[in-house]
Every structure is written in C-alpha cells, then in structure tokens.
C-alpha cells in the first residue's frame, strides 16, 4: 500500500510542496518542530535505508543537493541547519517512505535528548 507521501508526490493528496523535480519532491512538514521543517522524498517508494540499494546512490546523493539549495531558498543556510533520516522503531520512523527532515531557523539544542 503507497504511503502518504506517495499519495503527496502523485498530488493525490494536500500538501506545501516547496520542491519537486523528476526524482524528488520536498513539502513543509505538517508538525513543524522548527520555523524551518522541510521533508525530502525520493519520488521512488523506498520505504527506509534499510531497503536503500546502489541503484540508488545517485537519489539519495540528488537528496543532499536539494537540501542544500532549499536550506538557501529559506535563508538559513549561514546560520545552519540540520538534516535527520530516521529508520526504524528505534528512530521513531512514522512513515515509511525515506525522507531527509530539513530543519532550521533557530538553534536546534542538541542533537539527542538526553536520557539522564
Ligand atoms: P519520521 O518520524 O521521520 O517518519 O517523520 C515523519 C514526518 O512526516 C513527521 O514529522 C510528520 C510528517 N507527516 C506525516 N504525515 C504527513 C502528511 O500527511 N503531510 C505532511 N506534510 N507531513 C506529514
């Protein structure tokens, strides 16, 4: 069954779209945790690194590029930012469908919450 995000990509469904070419599409998240939260989807279903191939390499290095240019787009790229894959329980994935979390637009903290 296609994930939400296929369904986004297939503009079978609403959302902020900010990018998209003939391999990726970037769309705001709809619960930002930063004034910047942008979300980088292969247009490819591939559910999570986990099932990443070489066949891919050339997406996923596509992925980086896009940030990079959308972290301009959305002047925070002199400040900094942050990019998050999650895969898997552990992570927290929600949607199975891979995606660079793009964040920025204040100081982010940490990079893990501290478990003491
Ligand atoms: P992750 O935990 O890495 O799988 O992150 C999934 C993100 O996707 C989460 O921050 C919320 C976002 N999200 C979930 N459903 C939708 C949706 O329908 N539209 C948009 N724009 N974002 C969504």
Known sequence: MSSIFARIIAG???ADIVYQDDRV????????????H??????KEIPSVNEVTEADEAVLGHMLV???????????????????VNCGDHAGQEVYHLH???????????MLQRRD
């Open 66 to 84: 896009v940030a990079k240019q959308l972290a301009q787009q959305e002047d925070i790229h002199k400040n900094g930012y942050r990019l998050i």
């Open 100 to 110: 660079i979390h793009l964040l920025g637009g204040r100081a982010l903290g940490p």
């Open 38 to 43: 942008i979300l980088i989807v292969p247009n």
């Open 25 to 36: 599409t970037a769309f705001r998240d709809i619960n930002p945790q930063a004034p910047v």
């Open 12 to 14: 079978e469904a609403p």
